[in-house]
Every structure is written in C-alpha cells, then in structure tokens.
C-alpha cells in the first residue's frame, strides 16, 4: 500500500523542513512548497495524489484561504489543514476545513501528526462504506 502524501505549504524553511522530517519519520511521504504558486504546480503534476494540504494561511502568493477554497473546488480529495498565527485566521480556517480545527504556529508536530491521521481515518472509513 502506498503512503499517503502530504503537501506543506509553509514559507519560513526552518518551520517546515523539522515538521516535513518528523511526518517522514511517522511513515507518509512529504512534499514541500514555499509558496501557493509552488504548491498549484506540485498539485497539478502528473497522476500524482496529495491526500493532506497544510497551508500557512499567511504563505506567500494568493491568500491563504482563497488557495484553500482553490484546493477544495479542484482537488476534493484532498484533506485541507490550515495553520496561522492570528486567532481570527485561525477560526476562519476551520469553516473552510472538512470537520477540522485550524492548527496555530508554532507547530506542535504531534499535533500535526494526529489531525492527519484523524483525517486519513475518516476518508478510509467513507471509502470502505461507500
């Protein structure tokens, strides 16, 4: 069985390069990008599927949320996680999440880890039922 992928969108590397090490070592393959306009290249390659996003809802290029409402229209089955300094963005993160919480910065890894697996468990439970 394939692992699942997951895309971090997160600008700042010495933020995303420990958390991308730490979800390796958990057993999912890790893409990464810098900004929006490297994830829509990363999302729109080959057969390629990417089951989890966490985007910065800062990230540099389009606006976090919009990028989010972007994922959600064009690639439905990916799992949205969106994470962000500001309480307010935080909370307008969750309405776009499928039944997820807006994680805040600085990264709890296990955290992290644990919305992942949340998410990947609900989408193999759906599958199995349909």
């Known amino acids: 069985m394939n692992e699942p992928t997951v895309l971090i969108v997160e600008a700042d590397i010495v933020v995303r390069n420990p958390l991308a090490d730490y979800l390796r070592a958990c057993g999912y393959r890790v893409l990464e990008a810098s900004d929006t ?10 057969p390629r599927s990417v089951d989890a996003l966490l ?7 389009e606006n976090g949320f919009a990028f989010a409402s972007w994922v959600r229209a064009n690639h439905p089955g990916t799992e949205v996680i969106l994470a962000g300094s500001v309480a307010r963005a ?41």
């Open 37 to 46: 306009v490297e994830a829509r290249r990363i999302l729109g390659e080959g």
């Open 90 to 130: 935080a909370e307008k993160a969750g309405e776009l999440c499928r039944e997820s919480p807006a994680l805040s910065k600085p990264y709890d890894h296990q955290l992290v880890l644990n919305e992942i697996r949340r998410l990947m468990a609900g989408r193999d439970l759906n599958k199995s039922g349909a």
């Open 55 to 61: 985007a910065d809802v800062e990230a540099p290029g």
